[in-house]
């Protein structure tokens, strides 16, 4: 198999923009995991799904057809045609992701798909379970970890580029309540998978990042 560069890590910890300078600097593809479950997040809420009722979150997304196209140096997916863009990064999609990423068959669907990425080439993949889940036998599996204020002034920086308004201490509630889903859900909670190695971001630039990982690879 090719090589899977795994980089976990809650919101807002660095996990794609790290990822997006390990690809560019190893020239591996970046693969953004959450951006799937965010996908699926989005068109349930098109589709007039309740993300609160897990049956029929499942029930819908066993349909969702999800194309995989290599642009550059990263794994684009398309929905009919074309990439989502912006419209899975809204706060409307931040407040049902988790509940959607928690049903136990969206994570499934999701795992597979993200198991035959490899089939691409050498690839980098951030996520929540990306190291003790979908690929938990990879040599290079890393975890960051950030200060919640730090990681609240980075997401309401990048919002704020979006056009989406909101106080820091919003995002940091929002990324705290997000973080208690997803480590205490049942099916691939977030977690340090064992035998990572676990980079704290908060005072670290993001190339420092890429050197702490770069060193540790073979």
């Known amino acids: 198999m090719n090589k899977v560069i795994c980089i976990d890590g809650p919101s807002g910890s660095g996990k794609s923009t790290t990822a997006h300078a390990v690809s ?19 068109q349930c809420l098109l589709a007039g799904v309740d ?23 990263r794994v684009a997916y398309e929905v009919g045609g074309e990439e989502p863009g912006d419209r899975i990064r809204t706060p409307e999609i931040n407040a049902h992701v988790s509940p959607v990423s928690a049903v136990p068959e969206v994570r499934a669907i999701v795992t597979g798909w993200l198991r035959k990425m490899p089939e691409l080439g050498d690839i980098v993949v951030e996520g929540r379970d990306i190291g003790s ?14 200060d919640p204020d730090e990681r609240a002034r980075r997401r309401q920086k990048e919002d704020a580029g979006k056009g989406f ?15 208690k889903i997803d480590s205490s859900r049942k099916t691939a909670p977030l977690k340090i998978p ?8 908060t005072r670290l630039s993001v190339d420092g990042v890429v050197d702490a990982i770069a060193s540790h690879l073979g």
């Open 24 to 42: 560019e600097r190893l020239g591996v593809l970046f693969v953004d995991s959450g951006a799937l479950y965010r996908i699926m997040t989005w």
């Open 194 to 201: 064992e035998g990572a190695i676990v980079i704290d971001t």
């Open 133 to 146: 889940i979908v690929y938990p036998d990879s040599k290079y599996r890393f975890y960051l970890d950030c």
């Open 51 to 73: 993300t609160s009722d897990p049956a029929a979150v499942a029930a819908f997304c066993r349909g969702v057809k999800v194309a995989f196209v290599v642009k550059g140096n």
């Open 165 to 179: 308004v909101q106080t820091e201490a919003q995002v940091k509630a929002s990324l705290l309540a997000r973080d």
